[in-house]
Every structure is written in C-alpha cells, then in structure tokens.
C-alpha cells in the first residue's frame, strides 16, 4: 500500500509538472521582496503565503487542462517527450484517466480562484480584474489561444501578474516598478516556452496548434536566432531599466550579470541548431532546453537577489 501511494504521488507530481512550478514561485517572491523594498513595515507573512498557495493552484490547473487538451486531440499521442517538452506522458501512457486529470486542473482552478477571491473582499476590483484575466486564460489557453499564437503572449502576461498582482495584495499600489519587473519575469517565461515548443513544431501543428515557434517556421533559421537574441537583450535591458527606476545604485544590477555567460551558450548553440538543425543531435538540444530553463530560474534567482541588495541599502546595512 505505501509503495502504490508513493507511485501515486510521484505520477500526480509528474502530472502537475512539479519542478516547473519553480517559474511561478520565483514570480510571486519577485512580487514579495519588491513590496519589502517599498514598504518593510507593512508585509503580512499570512497574504504571502496565500498567494503563494493561490498562484500555484493556478499553475497546477494550466498545466493539468492543457494536458488534458492535448491529449484529446491527438498531440501528445504524436510528440516525442522529453524533461521539457512533449507533454508529462501520463495520459497516453495510461497511468491516470483524462476524467481525473481534468477534474484535478479543474479542482486546482477553483482553489486559486477562492484564494483569489479571498484578496478581492480584502483589497478590491484590481485583484478581481486579474484574477478574471486568469481565469479566462486558464479556460482558453489549450483550446483558443494556443490555436492564433497567443501562447507565449499568455504566459508572458501571466508572469507579468503574478507580480503585479503579488506586490499589490502586499502595497494596494501598482507602481512602474512592480509592472517592469513584471515584465522581465513574463519575458523569461515566454523565451523557456518558445525553447520548449520547437520539438514538438510537428505535433503540435498537426493538432491545430499555432505556437510561436510554428509562426517563425516558415522563415529561415536566422530569424528565430535573430528572434531568441531579441529576446536575451529584451530581458537584460529591463532588467537594467529596472534597476535604475529603484535605486540607482551598480551593487544591485550585478547578480543578473554573472548569468551572461550562460546566455551566450543558450544562443550559441540555438545557432548552430538553427542554422544546420538537421547535424544537432536530440540529445544536444535537450542540453538547449535544460540551459535555457536554468537561465530563466537563475535569473529570476538574480534579481532577487538583486532587490534584496537595494533593501539593504536603503536600510543603510551595507
């Protein structure tokens, strides 16, 4: 009996793609440490701790609705999987129901949702106007926005609220600096899904799908180089803008910049794939798949670290 709850547990915890539940609570902490820097004395550990709670659900609930989506139509059925890409394999490998996974992402949304709901009473409509964005998100995303290329654009934003929405359950205030950390935090979601979503370039357009990488197919490998580093440089410039909007100070924007060099391997090597894709073995872009992820959660790691810096700073610490 221990051992089929065990195996239980770690299918479910494959379902929910556990270790990518990092992406969204490396957001909500950006949310949190920024509301520190801008009001110490007014943090509540019980709201910190509710987001967190809240914005995982949330998560949980993509992830398993978009299992389940994919599964009936026929994607994950054709895709090859990997640590990365490809689906969790449990639906087509039998191990759970579609039924059960659905009434899990469904179960997982409403549970966000009444946390959610919980911060609309306490601090009003903002919260409530991203927590339908949400949950329209949520509904659509397998089934419509995957379909006109809209995924990265979703995810983006969706990394975009969540500190947004986390910094203002902390603040009541939405300030320049909460949206551009925001947006560096939707950007290194976007540029992780955009990786990911290239192996499965056939499967998913079999299913209907139009990702970005679908989108950028149809040009010459250059220009999702040129795409990728865009990107890269996008994520580095707000990340500078947002530095200097906080405290002007060089100590803070340092962290971030010691990943530079793992940038470089991620868009030198996406090169060489993108030019000659057919000599890159699959193992080596797998190793293209890990990189980029450990980039986006070292990063959001750095930036962290970053405001932490500025907070002590401004306390007079160091």
């Not at 039924?99 to 609309?120: D, R």
């Not at 995957?146 to 969706?158: A, R």
């Not at 197919?217 to 530095?243: A, N, P, R």
């Not at 959001?300 to 932490?308: E, K, R, S």
Request: proline letters at 2%; glycine letters at 10%.
């Amino acid at each position: 009996m221990k051992w089929n709850l065990n195996f239980s547990l770690g299918i479910w915890l494959r379902a929910i793609r556990f270790k990518f539940l990092a992406a969204s609570a490396i957001s909500v902490t950006c949310g949190l440490v920024l509301s520190l820097w801008a009001d110490p004395s007014g943090f509540d550990f019980a709201s910190a701790i509710l987001v967190y709670l809240g914005i995982l659900c949330l998560h949980c609930s993509v992830d398993l609705l978009n299992d389940y989506f994919d599964f009936k139509r026929g994607i994950d059925l054709r895709t090859r999987r990997t640590k990365f890409s490809g689906g969790t394999g449990v639906l087509p490998e039998g191990l759970l129901s579609s039924k059960s996974v659905y009434l899990a992402g469904i179960t997982f949304l409403f549970t966000g949702l009444l946390i959610g709901g919980i911060f609309v009473l306490l601090k009003g409509y903002v919260i409530g106007i991203i927590l339908l964005f949400a949950a329209m998100s949520i509904m659509l995303y397998s089934t419509k926005l995957v379909n006109v290329g809209l995924g990265e654009t979703f995810v983006g934003i969706k990394g975009m609220l969540i500190v947004i929405g986390t910094f203002y359950v902390q603040t009541s205030t939405i300030t320049t600096d909460s949206i551009v950390l925001g947006l560096i935090a939707g950007l290194l979601s976007a540029v992780v899904l955009f990786i990911n979503s290239i192996p499965d370039i056939n499967a998913d357009r079999e299913g209907g799908r139009k990702t970005l990488a679908i989108l950028l197919d149809k040009y010459s490998g250059k220009v999702k180089d040129y795409f990728l580093i865009g990107m890269f440089i996008s994520i580095y410039f707000t990340t500078i803008l947002f530095f200097v909007e906080l405290d002007y100070n060089i100590i803070s924007i340092v962290p971030p910049f010691f990943l530079l060099p793992l940038a470089f391997k991620v868009m030198s090597k996406f090169y060489n794939y993108s030019t000659c894709p057919h000599t890159i073995s699959d193992s080596v872009y797998i190793r293209i798949m890990a990189d980029t992820v450990l980039f986006s959660r070292l990063f959001g790691i750095a930036i962290v670290l970053g405001i932490v810096i500025a907070i002590l700073l401004k306390l007079g610490v160091i």
